[in-house]
């Protein structure tokens, strides 16, 4: 038999997703005592882009404050761990920073009748929010619990890191069904259809991928010992009992007109009685990131190139971006966008949703509404974990176990 005829006897991990989760996932699997290129490959399916939904667009926010508690403390931890091994500051903009609470009074009463402004004792290097909008302000957090990543760059590093030892590989298709074994609940495969090879990777990023002709829409089967489903606020579209949904979150970001401090802003701005905004600010190395109050106005479309961007919601962000900052005000503004955050809808947990299902080889990673970006690297241990002994080891998890909140199968008739 000719050698490129030899049937691959390895072990076949399949992660659906190449976003954070995913990548973190199959990065972690690749640093296990028991994973060998030898013994196991990884196959990473994507049907747009790496990195082309929330874990691109989101905040890059890390706290220990954040939730699940079973989970932050350990992600947290391999953030710090991570940015050390491979110079997070220059690689990703890892940095700490403080977080403070403001509350504002935008509302035109409030304008006409105010008079001197209040010292509001403002720390001194958080000198480009203008005091004279504000009515108080508290700290949250300091940098003892507080740090922030650029998601983008960071997603994009774990992948080429991830695909070092050669047995990663990533396939650009859309995922559009779980196959199952004919009379045994379990899932063999996964069924896609093939993508073209325009827009694998972006901004001189150099991913190793495979892709199929854009004219080849023929359905393929991608089999798999295990399979991992990471995809987000898409997994209900291939898990159809699973309780996760999207969240939709605009956001725009600003390269300021100077320099600004390492600070996380989040903010309560009266606009008229009884109405508010909420926009969070996030201060990066080199520009700054706002994200509005979430809606679920439109349905998760069918992939991330397809998500609508309300150009109304992000002027909305520009204006009391504004407002609050002469530094914003006067910069210049590069990204107008929206994603899709995961969510689970059990009034019982706040989610994610990490670990076997009851279809044997099917595993679930997903629905880490806001914190996808904080909690990835910790996800990806644990799940790396589950997936080559058995068991998490590195955190308890087993309040977060998929099988405590939906049957997963073929639906009737499948």
């Known amino acids: 038999m000719p050698s490129s005829q030899v049937p691959d006897r390895r072990q076949h991990i399949v992660i659906v997703g190449a976003g954070i989760v995913g990548v973190c996932t199959a990065y972690y699997l690749t640093r296990h ?21 929330a874990s691109g667009k989101a905040g890059g926010l890390l706290a220990l404050w954040a939730f699940p508690s079973q989970l932050v403390p350990l992600s947290f931890k391999l953030h710090e761990d991570l940015a050390e091994e491979y110079n997070g500051e220059d ?63 960071f997603t994009m590093f774990m992948l080429r890191r991830a695909q070092e030892c050669g047995a990663v590989q990533l396939v650009m298709g859309k995922a559009t069904q779980i196959s199952y074994a004919s009379k045994s609940n379990t899932a063999e495969a996964v069924i896609y259809t093939p993508a073209g090879a325009t827009g694998i990777a972006s901004s001189g990023d150099s991913i190793s991928s495979t892709s199929t002709a854009s004219s ?22 291939l898990l159809p009992t699973c309780p996760v949904s999207g969240l939709r979150a605009h956001s725009i970001t600003i390269t300021p007109s100077r320099p600004v401090s390492a600070y996380a802003l989040f903010t309560e701005l009266k606009l008229s009685k009884g109405k508010y905004i909420s926009p969070e600010i996030y201060a990066r190395k080199d520009e700054v990131y706002i994200c509005g109050e979430g809606d679920n106005y439109v349905e998760v479309p069918e992939t991330t190139d397809d998500v609508e961007v309300l150009k109304e919601r992000c002027e909305e962000l520009v204006k009391y971006a504004g407002i609050i900052s002469k530094e914003l005000l006067g910069g210049k503004i590069t990204r107008r966008q929206a994603c ?69 199968g073929p639906l009737p008739g499948e």
């Open 33 to 53: 005592p028991a994973f060998s290129p030898k013994t196991h490959r990884i196959t990473i399916l994507e049907s747009t882009r790496p990195a082309s939904g």
């Open 91 to 153: 690689e990703w903009a890892y940095r700490r920073l403080q977080t403070v609470s403001l509350e504002g009074n935008l509302s035109k009463s409030s304008r006409v009748s105010k008079k001197k402004p209040v010292d509001l004792d403002l720390p001194e290097d958080l000198d480009w929010v203008r005091e004279d909008v504000l009515e108080s302000w508290s700290s949250l957090s300091g940098k003892d619990s507080t740090a922030q990543v650029h998601p983008y760059k």
């Open 216 to 237: 080849d829409t023929q359905s393929k089967i991608l089999r798999g010992d295990k399979i991992v489903v990471t995809v987000g606020p898409w997994t209900s579209r």
């Open 340 to 408: 899709y955050l995961p969510v689970v809808d059990v009034p019982s947990t706040s989610g994610p949703l990490i670990g076997p299902t009851n279809t044997q080889n099917l595993y679930v990673a997903s629905g880490h509404s806001c914190w996808g970006i904080n909690n990835a690297p910790g996800t990806g241990k644990v799940m790396a974990e589950i997936l080559l002994e058995g068991e998490a080891k590195s955190a308890d998890v087993s309040s977060l176990d998929p099988r405590r909140y939906f049957v997963s």
